[in-house]
C-alpha cells in the first residue's frame, strides 16, 4: 500500500514557475515509477511526465509541456517532484501524482496502482 500527497500548487501569473512535490508512504516507494497527470474538468486525465525506478525520464511527456516540466524523483525522501516553469493559462488544472509498480511508466491513467488526492494548479494571463 502507497499514499500520496501532492502539494505546492497555487496561483501563479503566466511565464512563473511552481514546484510540486508528492510525498510517498511505505518502504517500497523505489519499487514504483511515478507519474505526474493533470485534469480540467469535462476532460480526461492527461499525462504530463512520468519517471522509472531507476530515475529514467520518460520520452511520452505530453508535448505541451517539453521543455518546460521537469520530472525529478528523489528515494531517500520518497518524493517525486514536478518543476513547472513557464507557466502557460493552459497549464491551470488539477494535478495528480501516481504510482505505478514495475519498471515501466504508463501514459494511461487508467493503469496506475495509487492517486494523491491532487493540488490546483491556476495561471493567470
Known amino acids: 500500500q502507497v499514499q500520496l500527497v501532492e502539494s505546492g500548487g497555487g496561483l501563479v501569473q503566466a511565464g512563473g514557475s511552481l514546484r510540486l512535490s508528492c510525498a510517498a508512504s511505505g518502504r517500497t516507494f523505489r519499487t514504483y515509477a511515478m507519474g505526474w497527470f493533470r485534469q480540467v474538468p469535462g476532460k480526461e486525465r492527461e499525462f504530463v511526465a512520468g519517471?522509472?525506478?531507476?530515475?529514467?525520464?520518460?520520452?511520452d511527456s505530453a508535448a505541451s509541456v517539453k521543455g518546460r516540466f521537469t520530472i525529478s524523483r528523489d528515494n531517500a525522501k520518497n518524493t517525486v517532484y514536478l518543476q513547472m516553469n513557464s507557466l502557460k493559462p493552459e497549464d491551470t488544472a488539477v494535478y495528480y501524482c501516481?504510482?505505478?509498480?514495475?519498471?515501466?511508466?504508463?501514459?494511461?491513467?487508467?493503469?496506475?496502482?495509487?492517486w494523491g488526492q491532487g493540488t490546483q494548479v491556476t495561471v493567470s494571463s
Open positions: 519517471i522509472s525506478v531507476s530515475g529514467g525520464i520518460s520520452t
Open positions: 501516481a504510482a505505478k509498480g514495475g519498471p515501466q511508466v504508463p501514459t494511461s491513467f487508467t493503469v496506475y496502482d495509487y
